[in-house]
């Protein structure tokens, strides 16, 4: 209702847009009127009216009076001294081989009914029978014993607990064959029917109660679960009959209708995705104001609160509903908020028929339709929550679905661009590789094969190129040792060199000290590379070849260990001569000369630099007593060859 | 000075080399070295000179104009059991050597070795003692660690089978290729000095695949070839 009001003063495009979607819509529901009217009419039980007995004269407060069925009697509160109704009949015994019934459609709350003085029946018996918002009829067969031939007396004691009035409805009488079928048709819509309803409600009650427990953060499931529990225990609770006091339970009973109209509009307003409004609690208001004085107060007092707050309540909710869904039809246009409104217009529309019904502005058989009309729609949206459900349950399925065949897509995209990459990152490898080949020949094997030419262009002869030459296979040996995959174990490459050292140094007579001083040797790289093992390993040489050509050491001794101080723990090589030594590489100790001072300090400045370039840290002290050289190896060996150039 | 077996005879080597000044070379160290040295250049002379008599010591390349060296060690390992084999190799490298190992070799020289280490390596040879680099010890053993299984493509390198080597075996040959003396290998493993030259000629011979049944025996039992 607020909704639509608010919508009022809009811009025009939006207004335009509102009464084109509105007006099919009211006119639609005005349809659904129409069809309703007259399918209720068309639906109205058809009696026996060949049977009928109307003329009666009642007896009320010691006063009688003719009267003609269907009669209202006032509302009273004291089940003592009943209206009675009597009336005559006449009862032929040729007319029919089977037995008569009575046969009273529609009363309230209850009767007790007589034939010739002797009671046949007496509906208070059936609790049920006696609920005033369903419709439920009642035969008695008359024992034939009792029936005279000719004229018969048939009394009706009417008994009213206000706070409505009480109803007598044409009393039929007649062939047991005749009246039967009207009354099975009666008793199929209005209680049968009502039964079924409820026990679907039960099961839809469950399965939405589940739903909810699964699904907390959709409470539209929960409130309808409620709604529906609510409305079970108020179908099959037997209601007290007076003068039973239990009026706890009737609290219970009556309190029912406003609380679960009142959860209904929750309902719509949480279905349709508006946000609940606070202030709205009120609307649970006259429910509990219901049930709260059933609780403490005596009979009558809570019914006619019922009359009076719990009526007019469920009517507002059924119009503020209304409205909701008018609302979500605007907005939404979907086949959900079309049913339900159209669902709601029906309910509404019966509702105004009991309400006719109730101030006998409409004096037809106070037929209530209300309960039927709401259980019927309570179903009718259980079933339509279900089937959301299962669509998005299959929603979900082509979800997930769809999900597997993208993700299997962007596998494959992935694959294919991972292997893409890996081409590209083999192709860069294998470039790099052989730039670093080609430096590393040209950096030692070029170099000697050069000077090999150039000595022996120069007619030299002998030793010098002797020594070239073999520098240069030692070289190339290293260069393709180097290839070799040693799987970040520098020990392996020093084990190479080891055996190459030895063998140039035994020539000279010069003995090849070896220790390892720490078990594992030196620690584990993974990210070792054949050009870190290449500089590392040149580094080594140059010492050695140092020691034996400039220092004329008689011993060189080799030292590694791992040092681990806590930290990461890395390696150091040591290279420890006893030769003459220079001093710090400026001007060697003894008879060196110019020549040999200059070569030293480059062979220095090499090592330095091919240290830096693995991240290592070069130490060198040289005396008379010998030379020693500290290879500190770094923890990590960089990645990139970073003091290329 | 002439060096003699056990039988007190000189002893005899074949040498097959086709480079002229390293064949001089290597003639001479041996020559010189007390060793009676008959020398071919080609795979027809070498088998010509290995018809005549059974040397005791086969000293060969692998490139040779006519042919390639392992068919000659292969043919001289069935015809002459006895025959010690060594490859001359100009860098030492795998793939010379280990082939030239499945095919019988038990061992190698370097064209550049200096002429006291050639004679001492044949001497050491002769002894029963075969000698192996760090890099071929390096090489054997990371085989015997074993590719990945389900490697899509096989190792690089020659076809090698491992799997006769034994643990104490294999921690020899990781002690040669992490450059440990046989006296610190022998130390560390308690061995005697004197047994690790000895399993290195055991670990030779099972390199060696004998002819091509046994081949594919041995591929059939590490399930290479499944039949």
């Known amino acids: 209702m607020s909704e639509i009001a608010a919508k009022a003063p809009v811009k025009p495009a939006r207004r335009r847009l509102l009464v084109s979607r509105l007006v099919p819509y009211l006119l639609l529901q005005a349809l659904i009127l129409v069809a309703t009217i007259l399918g209720l009419r068309l639906l109205q039980p058809i009696d026996p009216d060949d049977f009928a007995l109307s003329e009666f004269s009642l007896r009320e407060d010691g006063v009688a009076r003719p009267v003609t069925l269907p009669h209202f009697t006032s509302s009273r509160y004291s089940l003592a001294d009943p209206p009675l109704y009597t009336g005559g009949f006449t009862f032929r015994r040729g007319d029919v081989a089977s037995g008569w019934s009575v046969f009273l459609p529609r009363f309230s709350n209850a009767v007790e009914v007589a034939i010739n003085g002797v009671v046949i029946l007496?509906?208070?018996?059936?609790?049920?029978?006696?609920?005033?918002?369903?419709n439920t009829p009642q035969i008695g067969s008359i024992p034939s014993s009792l029936l005279r031939e000719g004229a018969n007396e048939i009394t009706v004691r009417l008994l009213v607990w206000g706070p409505l009035k009480g109803f007598l409805d044409t009393v039929y009488v007649g062939p047991d064959a005749a009246l039967r079928p009207a009354y099975e048709t009666r008793t199929l819509m209005f209680v049968t029917l009502p039964v079924v309803f409820s026990a679907w409600q039960s099961i839809l009650a469950v399965i939405l109660a589940i739903m909810w427990l699964m699904r907390r953060r959709e409470p539209v499931y929960g409130v309808l679960a409620v709604a529906m529990v609510l409305g079970v225990v108020q179908a099959f609770a037997p209601p007290p009959v007076p003068p039973v006091n239990t009026s706890r339970l009737a609290a219970v009973l009556l309190a029912s209708a406003p609380i679960e109209s009142a959860l209904v509009v929750v309902f719509g307003v949480l279905f349709f995705g508006w946000r609940w409004p606070r202030y709205s609690m009120l609307l649970f208001a006259p429910g509990l104001v219901v049930f709260g004085v059933g609780l403490i107060g005596g009979p009558p007092l809570p019914r006619i609160l019922f009359l009076v707050l719990g009526i007019p309540t469920v009517g507002l909710c059924l119009f503020l509903m209304a409205c909701v869904t008018a609302a979500a039809v605007v907005r939404r246009q979907d086949a959900a908020s079309f049913t339900l409104g159209c669902a709601v217009t029906i309910v509404l529309i019966c509702w105004v028929h009991d309400m006719l019904s109730v101030f006998e502005i409409v004096t037809d058989e106070r037929i209530f339709l209300s309960r039927l009309s709401y259980s019927a729609m309570l179903v009718?949206?259980?079933?339509?929550?279900?089937?959301?459900?299962?669509?998005?349950?299959?929603?979900?399925?082509?979800?997930?679905?769809?999900?597997?065949?993208?993700?299997?897509?962007?596998?494959?995209?992935?694959?294919?661009?991972?292997?893409?990459?890996?081409?590209?990152?083999?192709?860069?490898?294998?470039?790099?590789?052989?730039?670093?080949?080609?430096?590393?020949?040209?950096?030692?094997?070029?170099?000697?094969?050069?000077?090999?030419?150039?000595?022996?262009?120069?007619?030299?002869?002998?030793?010098?190129?002797?020594d070239a030459a073999r520098a240069a296979l030692k070289d190339l040996r290293l260069v393709i040792d180097s290839m070799d995959d040693i799987g970040g174990d520098l020990m392996l490459a020093l084990g190479s060199w080891r055996e190459r050292a030895t063998a140039q140094l035994r020539p000279h007579g010069i003995a090849l000290d070896w220790q390892v001083a720490t078990p594992q040797g030196l620690p584990?790289?993974?990210?070792?590379?054949?050009?870190?093992?290449?500089?590392?390993?040149?580094?080594?040489?140059?010492?050695?070849?140092?020691?034996?050509?400039?220092?004329?050491?008689?011993?060189?001794?080799?030292?590694?260990?791992?040092?681990?101080?806590?930290?990461?723990?890395?390696?150091?090589?040591?290279?420890?001569?006893?030769?003459?030594?220079?001093?710090?590489?400026?001007?060697?100790?003894?008879?060196?000369?110019?020549?040999?001072?200059?070569?030293?300090?480059?062979?220095?400045?090499?090592?330095?630099?091919?240290?830096?370039?693995?991240?290592?840290?070069?130490?060198?002290?040289?005396?008379?007593?010998?030379?020693?050289?500290?290879?500190?190896?770094?923890?990590?060996?960089?990645?990139?060859?970073?003091?290329?150039? | 000075m002439t060096e003699q077996g056990e039988t007190g005879e000189a002893i005899t080597i074949l040498l097959v080399e086709d480079d002229a000044p390293t064949c001089w070379r290597l003639h001479d160290a041996l020559v010189k070295a007390g060793y009676e040295v008959r020398s071919a250049s080609t795979l027809a002379e070498a088998r010509s000179g290995l018809g005549e008599r059974a040397p005791r010591v086969l000293l060969t390349d692998l490139r040779l104009p006519d042919g390639h060296g392992v068919e000659l060690i292969r043919e001289t390992r069935r015809r002459f059991p006895d025959t010690e084999i060594m490859v001359i190799s100009a860098l030492g490298d795998e793939e010379s050597v280990i082939s030239a190992i499945t095919v019988g070799a038990t061992g190698y020289l370097l064209k550049d070795a200096f002429p006291t280490d050639i004679a001492t390596t044949v001497r050491d040879l002769v002894a029963g003692h075969s000698p192996i680099s760090a890099s071929i010890a390096r090489f054997i053993v990371r085989r015997t660690q074993g590719t990945p299984q389900n490697a899509a493509?096989?190792?690089?390198?020659?076809?090698?089978?491992?799997?006769?080597?034994?643990?104490?075996?294999?921690?020899?040959?990781?002690?040669?290729a992490k450059g440990f003396s046989y006296a610190e290998i022998a130390s560390h493993l308690g061995l005697s000095r004197q047994t690790v030259p000895g399993h290195i000629k055991n670990i030779y011979r099972k390199l060696e695949v004998h002819t091509r049944g046994e081949a594919v025996f041995e591929a059939v039992q590490q399930g290479l070839i499944k039949l």
């Open chain 1, 122 to 134: 007496d509906s208070r018996r059936d609790a049920n029978a006696n609920r005033p918002d369903r």
């Open chain 2, 153 to 176: 493509e096989p190792p690089p390198g020659p076809a090698l089978n491992t799997a006769r080597l034994t643990p104490r075996e294999i921690d020899i040959l990781w002690g040669i």
């Open chain 1, 380 to 466: 009718a949206i259980g079933a339509g929550l279900t089937w959301r459900f299962a669509r998005a349950l299959n929603q979900v399925d082509s979800f997930a679905g769809q999900l597997v065949t993208r993700v299997r897509e962007a596998e494959e995209r992935l694959k294919a661009s991972f292997a893409r990459e890996e081409e590209r990152a083999r192709a860069a490898a294998l470039a790099s590789e052989r730039t670093r080949l080609m430096r590393d020949l040209h950096d030692g094997l070029g170099g000697q094969l050069i000077s090999i030419v150039a000595l022996s262009e120069r007619g030299h002869e002998g030793a010098t190129i002797t």
């Open chain 1, 524 to 645: 584990l790289h993974p990210e070792l590379r054949p050009w870190h093992v290449i500089q590392i390993v040149r580094i080594l040489d140059e010492a050695v070849t140092n020691a034996v050509k400039h220092a004329e050491a008689r011993h060189i001794a080799v030292t590694i260990e791992t040092v681990d101080e806590g930290q990461e723990p890395y390696g150091v090589i040591r290279v420890a001569d006893d030769g003459k030594g220079f001093a710090n590489g400026s001007a060697p100790v003894g008879n060196g000369g110019a020549a040999d001072a200059s070569q030293t300090a480059r062979g220095l400045r090499n090592m330095k630099s091919r240290a830096a370039r693995c991240g290592a840290t070069l130490n060198l002290s040289s005396d008379s007593s010998g030379t020693r050289v500290r290879l500190q190896l770094p923890q990590i060996f960089p990645d990139s060859d970073a003091a290329v150039g």
